[in-house]
Structures are given as C-alpha cells and as structure tokens.
C-alpha cells in the first residue's frame, strides 16, 4: 500500500495504491497523502484518485481504529484524517476527485475537502460511522455546505448509502457520468483548468475558500481585493489582449 505522486503536462496525479482493500486510508498513507498536495508554480491542478475499479477511498483501516486503546491514540488517527484533507483545501491549485466505486466515511471526507468530484456512475457513498460506534466528525462538518443540514442528518444518522444518481441530484459530487467515460470527462476537466489563466485560478480558490468563513460584506471586500492583486502581474493585460485580438 502506497501513496503514488506523479506529474505530467502541469497535471499532479496522486493515486490510493490499496486496492486490495478498497484502498482504505491508514496512518502511513494519510501521512503521505498530507505531504502530496504541496506543488510548484507549474501545476495547474491535481487529480486524487484510487488504484482499481472498486473504490475510490473505501474509509479508514479498521483494524487500525479497531486497536484504539484510549482517547488520546484516537485523537491522535482522526487528526491524521484531517491534516490530510486540510492539505487538499490548502492546495493552491484545484484538486479534482476522480470517484469510481466506494466512496465510504474517510473517503467521502477527503472527497468533500477536494474541489471538484467527478464520479462513475457505479460509485456508491456513504457514512457509515455510526454503525461502527463512533460519530462522523473533521471535514464532515464539510457536508452541510454541500447538500444541506437535512441531508447531512440523513446521511450520517442514518448511515445510508447513496448511489451516484442521488449523489449528483443532492449536490454532494457535481458530475456523474458512464464509467467508461470517466476518465474522458476528467480530460475535458483539465483541459477547461488548463485553459484559464494559471495565476487568475489559484487567485479564485484562494478567494473561495475566503468566501467560506466570511460574511457578505467582508466577502465581497475580498473579492475587490483579489481583483486588484491580479493585476500585479500581466497575465490579465496579456490574456485578455489575446481575446480581444480574437474578438476584431
């Protein structure tokens, strides 16, 4: 089991390689996994995926959680949880999850803390905690901003398992397409990110995650201050120019 890293044509792939047990998530990965979403100026964005068809991150190892011996060790593996989905929301660039398969407790955390996610239409999704004897907790707290606080009861008081239909309709992923395609519409993704102005899309992620902690007035202050930063450099003189050479 493994965490893989690779880059190609600005693009940083980080791939779960566990498929063997539905590449769920224990210490070493989720300390590799913290370290993986810290790029370069040349990374345009970053895709998090699972090796193999079954799952895209199928929770946390249980047999780890299961020899949780005191509140202390337990504080210590769900802070691990988080430190690695905060690394994906302090990512500078867009962090894309590629979902195929089970998308379970762990998994759906670390996918809600992504941007973007892009599931096969055999993804399943799910909290499951409870059944477990424990609560869904860190980036959970996530879910309400996605599909709402009655859904987000649904979901982890009831511990159903959503398929990727009732995913996309409840907002928690934004596009559900063939599974064969999947990899297409990732594609079409990427290309969309890698067509933007490299500085202007690390700018909007920023002010977004901003957006998320502030109210309106002090929200669109930072807007107008993000709007001004841009021009600190000459990718908007240079990117529009392009346009409206485009435009005559």
Not at 83 to 105: D, F, T
């Amino acid at each position: 089991m493994s965490v893989e890293v690779t880059e190609s044509a600005g693009i940083r792939h980080v791939t779960l390689r566990n498929d063997a047990k539905l590449n769920t998530v224990n210490t070493p990965i989720l300390e590799a996994l913290a370290g993986a979403f810290a790029v370069g100026g040349e990374v345009r964005a970053v895709v998090l995926a699972g090796e193999g068809p079954r799952a895209f991150i199928g929770g946390a190892d249980i047999r780890e959680m299961g020899a949780i011996a005191s509140p202390e060790q337990a504080r210590a593996f769900i802070t691990r949880i988080h430190q690695a989905c905060a690394a994906i929301c302090a990512c500078p660039v867009p962090v894309v999850a590629r979902i195929q398969g089970w998308c379970l407790g762990a998994g759906l955390e670390i996918a809600a803390a992504c941007d973007l996610r892009l599931a096969s239409d055999r993804a399943q999704f799910g909290m499951p905690e409870v059944r477990v004897g424990i609560p869904s907790v860190v980036e959970a707290a996530l879910l309400p901003g996605l599909i709402g606080w009655g859904r987000t009861r649904r979901l982890l008081l009831l511990a159903e398992t959503l398929d990727a239909a009732t995913a996309e309709a409840w907002g928690l992923v934004e596009r559900v397409v063939a599974h064969d395609a999947l990899d297409q519409a990732l594609d079409e993704w990427l290309h969309l990110l890698a067509e933007a102005g490299p500085r202007a899309i690390r700018h909007q992620k920023a002010l977004i995650s901003r957006w998320e902690g502030l109210g309106l007035d002090d929200a669109i202050q930072a807007g107008v201050d993000s709007f001004a930063a841009a021009f600190a450099t000459e990718e908007p003189r240079r990117m529009l120019g392009a346009f409206l050479a485009r435009k005559r």
